[in-house]
């Protein structure tokens, strides 16, 4: 487990999935930033959890109050598309608690997670982000991400069409 101030980051556990999955419906129930309609049962993201080992290409890596010890926030790579070429490429996110939002964590956790990428086979990670959404934006940017294209009206979600701009950084070597 590594800290910066008052948050610590590490790998995500199955005692975390209560508040990861509360994390995550805000985002489903209150923004587009999600594609996903329904909030989701801890059971239904039980398979998510643990499609994300402590090693590997696709992790989960959560922040939490130091001292409270709640999650503040996670993020993943997770397989870009499922044939075997792509297998170098990752699609990763960040997710924070409302309360978290503006402090840091959303860098904090991306350091970590390419810091753990830089032994991996990894070559390029994407980031789709639903418009707008100019915070999401100013973190991939910020770390190194360059726009590469938009898909749209690509999503139907609260009666409208939504586009999603697609960013895109080098990993590895």
Not at 85 to 106: F, I, K, N, Q, W
Not at 121 to 129: K, L, P, S, T, W
Request: glycine letters at 10%.
């Amino acid at each position: 487990m590594t800290e910066r101030g008052e948050v610590q980051v590490r790998a995500g556990e199955e005692g975390d999935l209560p508040d990861l999955t509360d994390i995550y419906n805000h985002y489903v129930r209150e923004t587009p930033v999600t594609f996903d309609v329904e909030p989701l049962t801890v059971d239904a993201r039980r398979p998510w959890l643990l499609s994300h080992p402590k090693d590997g290409p696709h992790r989960l890596l959560v922040a939490l109050g130091a001292e409270s010890n709640r999650v503040l926030g996670y993020a993943t790579s997770s397989p870009f598309r499922p044939k075997p070429a792509y297998s170098t490429s990752v699609e990763v996110s960040v997710y924070l608690a409302p309360d978290a939002c503006g402090r840091g964590v959303g860098t904090l956790l991306y350091e970590h997670l390419f810091d753990a990428l830089g032994g991996e086979d990894v070559h390029r990670a994407y980031a789709g982000i639903a418009q707008p959404n100019e915070p999401s934006v100013r973190l991939h940017v910020r770390l190194g991400f360059r726009h590469i294209g938009t898909y749209g009206e690509v999503g139907r979600k609260f009666g409208r069409y939504w586009d999603v701009a697609w960013y895109e950084k080098p990993l590895g070597r």
